[in-house]
């Protein structure tokens, strides 16, 4: 039986894990392994929800965490979904015990917008 267990955690965004996939998929082709349906999911799911270039979605992370109320784990989604409105940063927000100004939200809107 293989035990199977968590070395390490780090956060990436969506662009990130894309770029990775992409990388186990040649290696995989490469060795001529077969690809597993969730593998391929992965990939397709990452491929279709992927909106920028890797190094972007890093800066834009890096952007967000300097802002006063931005958590890590929210400047990561933020970075994901790469929204467009208002609405769609407030309901990144909800379940947050503050909520944002619309400057605030413009300011949000405003950085995604720069990092398109």
């Known amino acids: 039986m293989k035990i199977k267990g968590i070395i390490s955690e780090e956060k990436v965004t969506l662009p990130e894990?894309?770029?990775?996939l992409l990388g186990v998929e040649s290696e995989r082709i490469a060795a001529e392994?077969?690809?597993?349906?969730?593998?391929?999911?992965?990939i397709e799911h990452a491929?279709?929800?992927?909106k920028t270039a890797p190094e972007k979605a890093r800066d834009?992370?890096?952007?967000?965490?300097?802002?006063?109320?931005?958590?890590?784990?929210?400047?990561?989604?933020?970075?994901?979904i790469m929204p467009k409105t208002?609405?769609?940063?407030?309901?990144i927000f909800a379940k947050e015990r503050y909520t944002l100004s619309p400057e605030e939200l413009d300011?949000?809107?405003?950085?995604?917008?720069t990092h398109f």
């Open 17 to 20: 894990l894309r770029t990775v």
């Open 33 to 42: 392994k077969e690809m597993t349906y969730e593998f391929r999911r992965s």
């Open 47 to 50: 491929n279709q929800l992927a």
């Open 60 to 80: 834009l992370v890096s952007e967000l965490s300097k802002m006063e109320k931005m958590k890590p784990e929210i400047a990561y989604r933020i970075a994901n």
């Open 86 to 91: 208002r609405d769609e940063v407030r309901a």
């Open 107 to 113: 300011k949000i809107i405003e950085i995604v917008m």
